[in-house]
């Protein structure tokens, strides 16, 4: 069965279903590096409510945040560098994820620095100008607030929630958490105020959330999981009450959060501790709400040290449609869509010409134009010399 699943997989590489066409929206240059003045290594990226798109690059030095239209102009909003002083970045660096308050700002999260050697990351406000910056939160190796934030999304509440990779809870029987932390879930409102929602354990309930969405009934779901065997979790706003609806086998874990789609089911993939002949089989999963699992598809892909597989997104064709660092014709990877039962529809193939090893999935916007992130190569003045792109795929039927 794996085998034909494989080959099945490999036919797709070869082919672009329905007319479906990844194309360069805008290539980051550098002339010559570090001087490059739009950033480099694009991460993640969203469409907020004036249209615009607004993104966040890794680097050169500690990242920023920008704003691109679909005509592919940029705007460069804000810039994490270091304190001249100390030598720290004070407000943070390598930003990961955005999202847009309530209140028509943005929101976001740096993985990493703050203004001390014991800083781990920070969570920051802007306006869509690149005016009114301000941290709201600093998180440090050993804060029970959590360490590392690694993901930011808008609840339907009006809240955004999101998840630490690490802090929290130093679980002296967990084999990974008493030096580092198991990691958090996190409440932010609109006017910064920050909140541990719960602290998992390392040992009942796993490690390292990847976090989180506020799904159709209210609660928050997600998936966790490294150093033990993965798990599907829920967590209540109403009471409180942390569950692990599913434990995936020994060896399994999950590559990114959780997605719900328009059948009430939620969405994800995993992939083994171990690569097998040089390649991982990633699993595509899907889950009731109580934690009814099955295993919808899967596709193998080079194992690579980076290796990276985005959050789904359910899009107007009604397929999920994802990103993978690596795989397709040039092994520089690929965006794929499946059907909400598993079976593969689409997939393209990244290229040096467009940008390469996309990281964060991709959006859709209102025009019904897939968007997304690819971290390094591009197109600039006909030559191949870019750091990354953001990259556009042909129109699905537009959003309503």
Known sequence: MKRALTILFLLFLATTARGQSISQLFAFACNPYPTCPDGTKPQSIIQASDGSLYGTTAGPGGGGIFRITQAGKITVLYTFTTNPRTGFYDQGYDPTSLAEGTDGFLYGVNSAGGPNSASSGTIFKISKTGTGFQILQTFCTSCMTGANPNSLVAGSDGNMYGTTGYGGSFNSKSPYCPSLGCGV????????????????????????????????????????????????????????????????????????????????????????????????????????????????????????????????????????????????????????????????????????????????????????????????????????????????????????
């Open 185 to 400: 879930i996190f409440r932010l409102t609109p006017p910064g105020t920050y909140t541990v929602l719960y602290a998992l354990n390392g040992t009942t309930d796993s490690s390292l959330p990847l976090g989180v969405i506020q799904a159709s009934d209210g609660n928050l779901y997600g998936a966790a999981g490294t150093f033990r065997p993965g798990t599907v979790f829920k967590f209540q706003l109403s009471n409180s009450q942390f569950t692990t609806l599913y434990d995936f086998p020994s060896g399994i874990f999950p590559l990114n959060r959780v997605t719900q789609a328009s059948n009430g089911l939620l969405y994800g993939s995993t992939r083994p501790t171990n690569a097998t002949n040089g390649s991982f089989v990633v699993t595509i999963f899907s889950s009731d709400l109580t934690g009814n699992v099955q295993n919808l598809q899967q596709l193998t892909l080079p194992a690579k040290k980076l290796f990276a597989v985005g959050p789904f997104l359910q899009a107007t064709d009604g397929n999920l449609w994802n990103t993978s660092y690596v795989g397709g014709t040039s092994g520089l990877g690929i965006a794929f869509a499946v059907t909400l039962s598993g079976a593969l529809v689409d997939t393209l193939s990244f290229s040096p010409s467009v940008g390469a090893s996309p990281i964060g999935g991709v959006i859709q916007a209102t025009d019904g134009t897939l968007f997304g992130t690819a971290s390094v190569d591009g197109t600039v003045n006909g030559q191949m010399s870019a750091h990354g792109t953001v990259y556009m795929i042909t129109a699905l039927p537009p959003k309503h």
